[in-house]
């Protein structure tokens, strides 16, 4: 038989580890809520912030269009320019024997022989069908530095847009007086 001050020490003990218990789970539980609650509040000035930087790209993102579009617009008036000026440059197609004169005054002036030439009439160019190309052929020989300055002064002193478009160098490289031979197909542009 158990005497009364067992029971009640046992009572005691059993509310006492329950009570412990019930202490023990609202610290847990407060602790870890609080917890809980400062990552959450963690995560929100996080998302917070991702939502600025999202509204701010957004910002950037329509301010870059701007930018894109004004630049696209200067890129085009440029275009608008030089096409004016690359027209403003070119001749009549009736007026490609002037190009060939003023060839042959270059070569001319520079001691370049000219020997056989060809060209066939402008014809529409391969690039646009705005402008028609004209191609004068040629073999010419003199020595390598006025033959230089010649091909120089072709693509770059003529008041008109001539390319090269081809060049082979004839075998031999020099001859005993140090002239150099070769074949060379200029082209120009001329309106249509």
């Given amino acids: 038989m158990k005497t009364k001050i067992q029971s009640i020490i046992e009572r005691v003990v059993t509310y006492g580890v329950i009570i412990i218990c019930i202490l023990g789970m609202v610290y847990y539980f407060g602790s870890v809520s609080t917890k809980q609650k400062k990552e959450v509040m963690a995560k929100n000035t996080e998302l917070a912030s991702l939502k600025k930087k999202i509204s701010e790209a957004e910002v950037e993102k329509d301010n870059r269009k701007v930018q894109l579009e004004d630049i696209n617009k200067q890129i085009d008036k440029k275009k608008d320019e030089v096409n004016e000026r690359f027209e403003k440059l070119l001749e009549k ?27 066939d009439s402008p014809t529409q160019s391969a690039e646009t069908s705005k402008y028609l190309e004209f191609k004068f052929n040629a073999t010419v020989t003199g020595q390598y530095n006025k033959m230089k300055r010649f091909l120089w002064e072709v693509e770059n002193a003529m008041g008109r847009l001539v390319k090269i478009s081809n060049l082979e160098i004839n075998a031999p490289v ?5 002239n150099i031979s070769m074949k060379l197909t200029l082209s120009t542009f001329f309106k249509s």
């Avoid at 060939?100 to 001691?111: F, N, P, S, T």
């Avoid at 020099?174 to 140090?178: I, M, R």
């Fill in 93 to 119: 197609s009736d007026n490609y024997t002037i190009f060939i004169e003023q060839v042959q005054r270059k070569a001319k002036a520079l001691d370049i022989l000219i020997q056989n030439s060809t060209y």
């Fill in 174 to 178: 020099s001859d005993k007086h140090g």
